[in-house]
């Protein structure tokens, strides 16, 4: 069983920065594609940013491309999700998400395609 372990959620106000982190304990990201979604009462999860497993390729929601940066560190087997002038709309509980795949270089955006899920990690902005 993969655990994915998320830390660095809070409340910030509007225009701040925030970094979340996904930890893989024991896990290198090789094959293990990794992103981020987000989600918010009564609405569906949303995607927010993907990395692939060789840490070369990357995707975003187009509601966050420009202020948000998902990197990964093999050493530390962690990922990040850099968040940048954040706005009350980015308010959210936002979730770790990865999976194995074939391919190094391909980027999974849909809640579908990964198998392992964090517990969650709330973000509030306020205006």
């Known amino acids: 069983q993969v655990q994915l372990v998320e830390s660095g959620g809070g409340l910030v106000q509007a225009g701040a920065s925030l970094r979340l982190s996904c930890a893989v304990p024991?896990?290198?990201?090789?094959?293990?594609?990794m992103g981020w979604f987000r989600q918010v009462p009564g609405k569906e999860r949303q995607f927010v940013a993907a990395?692939?497993?060789?840490?070369?390729?990357?995707d975003y929601a187009t509601s966050v491309k420009g202020r948000f940066t998902i990197s990964g560190d093999n050493v530390k087997n962690t990922m990040y999700l850099q968040m940048n002038s954040l706005k009350p709309e980015d308010t959210a509980v936002y979730y770790c998400?990865?999976?194995?795949?074939?391919?190094?270089?391909?980027?999974?955006?849909?809640?579908?395609?990964?198998?392992?899920w964090g517990r969650g990690t709330q973000v509030t902005v306020s205006s």
């Open positions: 024991g896990r290198t990201f090789s094959t293990f594609a």
């Open positions: 990395i692939s497993g060789s840490l070369t390729n990357t």
């Open positions: 998400a990865g999976t194995f795949l074939a391919s190094s270089y391909y980027i999974p955006t849909t809640q579908r395609e990964y198998r392992y």
